[in-house]
């Protein structure tokens, strides 16, 4: 299993986590795929840069309402950023609650050796002789390297590159021999693809399928199958039972997407039809013709039958995926028979002094 390192370079790209190779990460954490590790001084760097990168464009949109203002135009919004914003405990908690990445402690580092590497400029340190930050996350690849990890180390910084864009020579000559690899990865979207249990063509299909199966996989594990039931005229009867009790329903094995919508913030809403083998009890008055493969007996004290049987039928759910607190949130729209037959008739409450219901000759 490759082991995944993710560089500041990479993170900055997308603050807020939330792109097609998070979300792709993240639907996937149910199985045995990928890990992805940020070095400590990544994760500092990220904070900073965000808090630099806030600061920016709230001066630039202060400049863009100033000359909005000179040219008698209405201003755009106060401020681009809400500074208040606590960044560093929003991104502690992706990591660790939504997307399963982990935040390495520390490296301990050979201060000696990092003051060699800069006077020699060897790399991670450039030719001015900075890279220090750098210089930190390689020590967190070569100690993983070290303990048999096969470790992608996924950076912008060309540091790490050598001429043909794979890792510069003296840092693969490092590594050789170690117990595990390493490898420089620029197109962090397309590598995760190439790196996928299956076979696809594209990240966005990738994101799509990995979805689908990470609805399922919940929807197998969890008590949604026990939650999700039809009303009673949505059973198709042609007469309207007197009662009629639902006595199971069970997934008959197929889940199928079909409709997507993305909005704001990487929110995906997805409609799903789930098969569903829905048991019922009933009552009706005598006459009542069965569907065939039910059982119907007669109910003493009155004329008449109760039925019980299995109706196959698909149940439609909206999925709404990339909620911030839940994960993705579920609501029940409709259910229709797999035979294809209307709505039918609610129950009509036993009456006892009903004079239709009795016999009274």
Not at 246 to 261: K, N, Q, R, Y
Request: with cysteine; charged share 25%; hydrophobic share 40%.
């Amino acid at each position: 299993m490759k082991s995944v390192v993710l560089d500041a370079t990479q993170l900055t790209r997308d603050y807020m986590c939330r792109g097609l190779p998070y979300q792709l990460i993240q639907h996937m954490l149910h199985s045995t795929w990928v890990d992805v590790y940020v070095p400590a001084s990544v994760f500092e760097e990220t904070v900073a840069n965000f808090a630099h990168a806030t600061r920016e464009a709230n001066s630039a949109l202060e400049r863009l309402n100033r000359s909005q203002r000179l040219l008698g135009l209405p201003a755009y919004a106060a401020v681009a950023y809400d500074t208040s914003f606590d960044y560093r405990s929003y991104l502690a908690e992706r990591f660790d609650e939504q997307l399963g990445i982990t935040v390495l402690p520390w490296p301990k580092v050979d201060h000696e050796d990092l003051v060699r590497r800069a006077v020699e400029r060897r790399p991670p340190f450039d030719a001015k002789g900075g890279g220090y930050r750098d210089s930190l996350v390689w020590a967190d690849v070569v100690n993983m390297a070290a303990r048999g990890f096969d470790v992608a180390l996924v950076s912008h910084d060309k540091a790490f590159a050598g001429p043909g864009g794979g890792l510069a020579r003296e840092l693969a000559e490092e590594v050789r021999g170690l117990a595990g690899a390493v490898e420089l990865v620029i197109d962090f979207g397309a590598w995760l693809v190439d790196h996928l249990p299956w076979k696809e063509t594209d990240l966005r299909s990738a994101v799509g399928r990995s979805r689908d199966e990470d609805f399922c996989h919940y929807y197998l594990q969890s008590d949604l199958q026990n939650e999700l039931e039809p009303a009673v005229e949505e059973l198709g009867f042609t007469a309207s039972p007197l009662q009629c009790n639902i006595t199971s329903v069970e997934w008959g094995g197929e889940l199928a997407s079909v409709e997507a919508a993305e909005g704001p913030d990487g929110m995906v809403l997805v409609k799903y039809d789930l098969s569903q083998d829905v048991a019922f009890e009933a009552t009706f008055l005598e006459g009542f013709v069965p569907e065939q493969a039910w059982n119907i007996s007669e109910v003493h004290g009155f004329r008449g039958v109760r039925v019980n049987g299995v109706i196959p039928m698909i149940a439609r759910v909206a999925v709404l995926f990339g909620d911030p607190e839940f994960g993705f949130t579920i609501e029940d729209l409709s259910w229709r028979r797999v035979d294809g037959r209307g709505r039918g008739l609610e129950a009509v409450p036993f009456d006892p002094d009903h004079p239709a219901l009795f016999d009274l000759s």
